[in-house]
């Protein structure tokens, strides 16, 4: 799994009010995003954690700022950036249902 990433949602454990677990949700490979979620949503919250698997996972970092700009310039991009985070969570989607 060089270079992948864990995602992984936390919940309450139901046996003590205090405790947190956290559950696999997915993995992030080579060239794929995540965080992606918040552009869509108006809440500030992650909606899960991404944990690097080891020590030598390199990341391409773009400010929420920037995208927000990029999006406000040109529809062209904006249009192509939904539809891309649009492909992206169906895809998410279909590989979850197909685990169930």
Known sequence: HKGHC??????KSHSSEKS????LVGVVRLHEIFGEIS????????AASV???EENVCL???????VKELL??????SGRFYRYV???MSGR???????I
Do not use: G, P
């Open 6 to 11: 864990r995602v992984e949602q936390s919940y």
């Open 20 to 23: 947190r677990k956290s559950l």
């Open 39 to 46: 552009f869509l949503s108006t809440s500030h919250c992650a």
């Open 51 to 53: 944990i690097a698997n």
């Open 60 to 66: 391409s970092v773009i400010s929420r700022e920037h």
């Open 72 to 77: 406000m310039e040109s529809r062209e991009f």
């Open 86 to 88: 649009c492909q992206v």
């Open 93 to 99: 989607l279909c590989s979850t249902l197909c685990t």
